[in-house]
């Protein structure tokens, strides 16, 4: 079941709606979905829409516009800096690092996730997973939009670009 307090904010029909995501891999559902047109630029700049689409089954916790604006406003020029890198498109840039480290190599549902508690990212780093199935949060960060089933994927709108550790 789909909750949250942003869930109002994605139409209610069409490819961006919760229904017409359900067909699409989740690079390309995500590409549909208003809350997430920054993502999918990034996604895109850092060569990773193939990678995401052809995962077989993960779990995307997705950076909403707003969570992208509020880094831009603490970093000013970061997503130009990020998006226009020379290495851009290559796996070991700094803004593959951040991407994959939003995503997870299984598919897990609010009640799984919070039953984790702890989760490996695909950049490697630890995730935490805290609240309740109906409210979680990822390494602090509130779910706005969860349980978002895409064709290879679950997908929850998350309130802030989560922070790779220090390494």
């Known amino acids: ?16 709606s919760t229904q017409g995501m359900v067909n699409d891999p989740v690079a390309t559902a ?31 916790f997705a950076p ?5 604006a509020a880094l831009e406003t603490q970093h000013p020029r970061i997503l130009k800096q990020l998006t226009t890198a020379p290495d851009v498109a290559s796996p070991n840039s700094q803004l593959a690092k951040i991407l994959t480290y939003h995503v997870v190599g299984t598919r897990y549902d609010a009640a799984g996730l919070v039953q984790a508690r702890t989760l490996d990212s695909l950049e490697g780093a630890k995730l935490k997973i805290g609240g309740t199935a109906a409210a979680p949060t990822v390494n602090g960060a509130p779910v ?9 994927a679950t997908v ?4 802030q670009v989560l922070s790779l550790p220090a390494s």
């Open 1 to 16: 079941m789909i909750f949250g307090p942003a869930c109002s904010q994605v139409p209610t029909e069409g490819p961006g």
């Open 30 to 60: 995500a590409s549909h979905n208003p809350l997430l047109t920054t993502l999918t630029k990034a996604a895109t700049a850092a060569n990773l829409v193939d990678t995401l689409n052809s995962a077989p089954a993960i779990t995307v």
């Open 64 to 68: 909403a516009d707003p969570a992208f």
């Open 144 to 152: 706005l939009c969860g349980n978002i089933p895409t064709k290879n």
């Open 156 to 159: 929850f709108v998350i309130g």
